[in-house]
């Protein structure tokens, strides 16, 4: 145990009971040659002889855990020197144990670090003869899981597929579901990660299959852990855009009510659901989606629920709501964020119809507008609507409109006003016609709206004085 006992050396020897120079190990000249042992006889002098095996192990259990303790710390500066005294520790046990466990532990993290995955899988293979009798589940599974947190982080397919293949059959051996699960699920989050979604459906359909009853139904007592699976499956198909799977998780995932989840999985079910509304042009459920995802975020600490209240704000935006987003007590706070300020400022010019100020906000805050490819892909949409709003303010007191004009306004060209005012006509948004030759807009000031209207009130009228009629002479015959 050199390597241990060396990387001491700065303690008193003394203190190990080791002799020193000073120490006097002569023995009193009686006059004779030689001890006479033999003239001791076979007398006993009564001396009581104890067992000194506890103290030996003792001693043992204390030079493992400095070598322990020694080694870790030299984990960090010398690397190869601490793999040395933590490889010691496994040769000083005398048993399979918690330091042989612990040791291993640190031996499988500085092999990674090295860059020695053979030698990461032949370390780990010995870690995990450990959990069945060695040492106890908890420390098994806090020891497992920081290991699976850091060789996640591995981009090498192979070892990632080799080191969840050991831990997931390792856990089958010891029938702990609880920790099978976890792990499944974290297997199923990297190969969504990586776009493996072949790999990540026969993935969903395992964890799914161990949260059915007897009879083939979902256990709702496991309802937390179908939520979490909903979540995973409802994120495979937004990226996929398969718009039916997703609807039919999502709507699954509302009714699961024996669960307790963790905030961020509702905020991940929500979020989705909210861009599921939101391909469907359904603004106004998309922004209560939203605002959902938004609460579940804030309430997990997550960064996300920024973004969340930008696509809250989008759809506020889209649905032509006149309810201010930032009304409500939670989202309030938020509204002089750095990141919000830009989508605040964005509803203020939309409210006031500033065509100009809304294009510019755009262009000056990319990073945080434009830069999102989620909001990028309705920016014409909202475009459309602010311009439709400008349009319908421009044509009120008129009833011919140079198409010029209305480009000047809108800051787009006039084959752009065209298309614009075609489809406003064809949505029926605006009753003209374009006149090509001339490039005019003919408004259709419609004196048969007006007329339809009087001629509508006149026959309210008439039919109320009609039941009136009918009604006094009823009484009078009466």
Not at 68 to 74: A, C, E, I, R, V
Not at 122 to 127: A, G, H, I, N
Not at 428 to 445: A, M, P, Y
Request: proline fraction near 2%; hydrophobic fraction near 35%.
């Amino acid at each position: 145990f050199f390597h241990c006992w060396r990387a001491m050396s700065d303690m008193d020897e003394g203190s190990f009971g080791f002799p020193s120079d000073g120490d006097d190990f002569s023995f009193p000249d009686d006059g004779s040659d030689d001890f006479d042992f033999d003239a001791m006889g076979d007398d006993d002098y009564g001396f009581d002889y104890e067992n000194d095996d506890s103290d030996g192990v003792e001693d043992i259990e204390v030079q493992i855990s400095n070598c322990y303790y020694t080694s870790k710390g030299l984990m960090e500066t010398d690397p190869k020197e601490a793999l040395q005294g933590l490889q010691q520790i496994l040769d000083m046990e005398p048993e399979k144990g918690e330091w042989g466990f612990k040791a291993l532990k640190q031996i499988v993290k500085l092999q990674f670090t090295l860059g020695e995955y053979e030698k990461v899988i032949r370390s780990y293979e010995k870690l995990l003869s450990y959990v069945k009798s060695s040492v106890s589940r908890n420390l098994s599974e806090k020891a497992i899981n920081g290991l699976i947190e850091k060789i996640s982080t591995s981009t090498d397919p192979q070892l990632l597929e080799k080191f969840y293949d050991m831990t997931l059959n390792m856990l089958t051996e010891t029938k702990n579901e609880r920790f099978w699960f976890k792990t499944k699920l974290k297997v199923g989050k990297l190969k969504f990660e990586n776009e493996e979604f072949n790999d990540l459906e026969k993935i969903l359909e395992e964890l799914k299959a161990s949260c059915k009853t007897e009879n083939g139904e979902d256990d709702m007592k496991k309802g937390t852990q179908l939520l979490e699976i909903y979540a995973l499956e409802i994120q495979m198909y937004t990226v996929q855009k398969n718009n039916k799977k997703l609807r039919e998780i999502y709507e699954r995932s509302l009714v699961v009510q024996s669960a307790i989840p963790h905030p961020r999985i509702m905020a991940v079910i929500r979020e989705c659901g909210g861009k599921m509304h939101m391909e469907e042009e359904s603004w106004g459920e998309a922004q209560k989606d939203f605002f959902e995802a938004f609460k579940n975020y804030d309430e997990a600490g997550s960064s996300r629920r920024i973004q969340c209240l930008k696509y809250m704000v989008l759809a506020n935006l889209l649905s032509l709501s006149e309810i201010n987003p930032f009304g409500a007590p939670e989202t309030a706070s938020y509204k002089n964020d750095p990141q919000i300020v830009a989508m605040t400022d964005l509803v203020a010019s939309y409210e006031n119809n500033d065509i100009q100020g809304f294009e510019k906000i755009l262009q000056n805050n990319r990073s945080t507008i434009m830069d999102d490819k989620f909001i990028s892909m309705y920016i014409q949409d909202l475009l459309k609507n602010i311009r439709t709003q400008v349009v319908a303010k421009i044509l009120k007191p008129y009833t011919r409109v140079n198409i010029s004009f209305i480009a000047k306004e809108l800051n787009i060209t006039e084959d752009e006003v065209e298309q614009l005012l075609v489809t406003l006509i064809l949505d029926e948004k605006i009753s003209g016609k374009i006149d090509q030759v001339n490039k005019l807009l003919v408004v259709e000031r419609s004196e048969n709206n007006e007329n339809s209207a009087r001629f509508n009130a006149l026959a309210d009228w008439t039919s109320q004085v009609s039941s009136l009629s009918r009604s006094v002479v009823g009484k009078l015959n009466g």
